[in-house]
């Protein structure tokens, strides 16, 4: 049974803002599954509908196969960390799990042992206020943790951290889906989070543009040749004449399109000399970009996995019949 | 509902909000009454002076209590606390109802505690002084209960106000300015519609029960006698707190 099921989510503020359009996912247990996109994606709101805090105008959204307010001991199951600034500046850290703990039935010993793994325990008699925003993300996370919950909900974890905390993280995360439990974790880094997580959902405009197992997803984004010359204003010029979508690096081209043998003839053929020509895989971030930049006109969802591959980044794809026109963002 | 009721406590004692309101109590009671009876003459403490006094008091005291309700729950927004209070306790309705209950106790406590501050300090002067002073005003044990009742509902009426509109300053002064302000001014000009407004109808119940000691049964200048004044206080409280729970439950947290 999935752990997190949504069914044709959305959310509207007033008239004009669709945050949220028409998302369906599943998350199934033990996974840690990127919630990603761009700022105004709709990643918050939708980590906060599934928490209750946001009421769906349209769509269903259930967690542990029920609604979060109608869970027992929900702290206790589920642990969120939606925003590092939710403190209380004039309490301090250890006060301030203890509020959560005491209302949450939670033993208060727990207090220290959260403050412990997320290395707080030396400011934990510090007020909020003094905590830089790092300490902050570690105090929010330790909220979240202080159940011991089965699903962690996560939103911009990283936010504030610095490399070795990120690292720890990273780690830290593992660990919990290691031991069966289940991660949602939103991000707008997408290079911290394809070390991170199993699967992704990528949120465009507040629509669900892509999910699946992430190897999946980026193995079947179209190829980039890599291609370095002196003279690259030409090739350029040549390959955009040929069709190719072309992006300028620092000191190269990313040429979508073309296998490298079609760009090296086509070089060869304009007497262009090359120093480089190399096929890569793209990344998450390669994928993310194609996937946001044909989005506005294709509005397909891509699902890989168990599903068969869609038309991940295929820009010429034409748009879904099944896809009402979007109204506004 | 008592580990939240625990919870909402802990909020109270883990930050210096109630000792703040603790020292404003202090210093609109102690610190006037202690100069009064240093400084003015015997006849006048042992005529009517004390009892004046003692009026202007109960009514700056549940000012103070009303602010504190505001703050306590404005302050939940402004410091995005209440995500996490929802979080752990997602029947919204339930952690309005103990924030309401929780701060009314906590105002009849402070209102206890002034009443026991002006004995007290009554008690202290007058042997300094060497006179006889009746530091209940004339006052009735069933004046102190009701004054001490309207208190909390008061505080809780700060609480329901701030759940209504959220934003802490403006809250605070638009509250201040009509309390203090509007609410005087459509009384003395319509006194017929001014005296049922509801910070009016709070101090029938609490200023004229010192100053008019012991007269349950007199009418007060706007027509009400005391048990109505204490009922229509009932009746604002209940409205403005199950505005404030509906509100909540529809409300999104972002």
Redesign the interface.
Do not use: M
């Given at each position: 049974m999935a752990v997190i099921e949504a069914e044709h989510l959305s959310k509207r503020?007033g008239k004009r803002v669709l945050a949220v359009d028409d998302v369906t996912f599943a998350i199934e247990p033990g996974t840690i599954t990127g919630v990603l996109g761009p700022n105004g994606a709709g990643k918050?709101?939708t980590l906060?509908m599934i928490?209750?805090?946001?009421?769906p105008t349209a769509g269903t959204v259930r967690i542990l196969g029920s609604r979060?307010?109608e869970?027992r001991a929900?702290?206790q199951r589920v642990g969120?960390l939606?925003?590092s600034?939710?403190?209380?500046?004039?309490?301090?850290g250890r006060?301030?799990l203890?509020?959560?703990a005491?209302?949450?039935?939670i033993a208060g010993g727990r207090v220290d042992e959260v403050l412990e793994l997320v290395e707080l325990a030396d400011a934990a008699d510090r007020r909020v206020k003094g905590y830089s925003t790092g300490m902050k993300q570690r105090l929010a996370l330790a909220?979240a943790l202080l159940g011991d919950p089965e699903v962690l909900i996560l939103d911009e974890p990283a936010n504030g951290l610095d490399p070795e905390g990120m690292r720890w993280l990273r780690t830290f995360l593992r660990g919990r889906a290691a031991e069966g439990r289940t991660v949602l974790v939103s991000s707008h880094v997408l290079a911290e989070v394809e070390q991170t997580v199993d699967d992704v959902l990528i949120l465009s405009d507040g629509r669900l543009v892509a999910q699946g197992p992430i190897s999946a997803l980026t193995a079947s984004a179209q190829p980039v040749v890599r291609v370095r010359s002196p003279r690259a204003q030409e090739l350029e010029a040549a390959l955009r004449q040929n069709g190719a979508g072309v992006n300028r690096l620092h000191d190269a081209l990313a040429v979508r399109g073309p296998s490298a043998a079609q760009v090296g003839d086509l070089a060869h053929a304009c007497g262009v000399p090359l120093h480089e020509l190399l096929t890569e895989q793209p990344s998450l971030e390669d994928l993310f970009l194609q996937i946001a930049g044909t989005r506005r006109d294709d509005a397909a969802t891509v699902t890989l996995g168990d599903a068969a591959p869609g038309p991940a980044a295929d820009s010429s794809a034409g748009p879904a019949a099944s896809d009402p026109p979007r109204e506004d963002t | 509902m008592i580990a939240l009721a625990r919870s909402e406590f802990l909020k109270l004692r883990s930050t210096r909000t109630a000792l703040v309101l603790f020292l404003v109590v202090l210093l609109l009671v102690i610190v006037p009454l202690a100069l009064l009876l240093a400084f003015v003459p015997k006849e006048w403490l042992e005529q009517d002076g004390i009892t004046s006094f003692l009026s202007t008091a109960s009514t700056l005291v549940p000012l103070a209590l009303l602010v504190f309700g505001i703050l306590g729950m404005t302050g939940e927004y402004r410091h995005g606390t209440i995500t996490y209070s929802y979080l752990v306790t997602p029947r919204r309705w339930q952690v309005m109802v103990m924030k309401l209950a929780v701060y009314a106790a906590v105002g009849m406590v402070m209102m206890l505690l002034a009443v026991g501050l002006v004995y007290a300090t009554i008690g202290i002067g007058g042997l300094v002084r060497g006179v006889t002073i009746d530091a209940s005003g004339g006052a009735t044990a069933g004046d102190y209960a009701r004054q001490i009742a309207v208190a909390g509902l008061i505080t809780a009426f700060g609480v329901a106000l701030g759940a209504l509109v959220r934003l802490q300053a403006v809250t605070v002064a638009a509250t201040l300015i009509w309390a203090l302000i509007a609410e005087p001014l459509v009384a003395a000009l319509k006194p017929a519609v001014g005296n049922w407004l509801p910070f009016q109808v709070f101090n029938q119940v609490t200023v004229s029960s010192v100053s008019q000691p012991g007269a349950d049964s007199l009418a007060t200048v706007s027509g009400l006698d005391r048990p109505q004044a204490f009922l229509v206080s009932l009746a604002y409280i209940a409205v403005v707190a199950v505005a404030a729970v509906f509100i909540s439950l529809r409300r999104d947290v972002t």
């Open positions: 503020f918050t709101t906060r928490l209750d805090l946001v009421r979060y307010r869970l929900p702290a969120a939606l925003d600034s939710g403190f209380h500046p004039g309490r301090t006060n301030a203890r509020v959560h005491t209302g949450a039935g909220t | -």
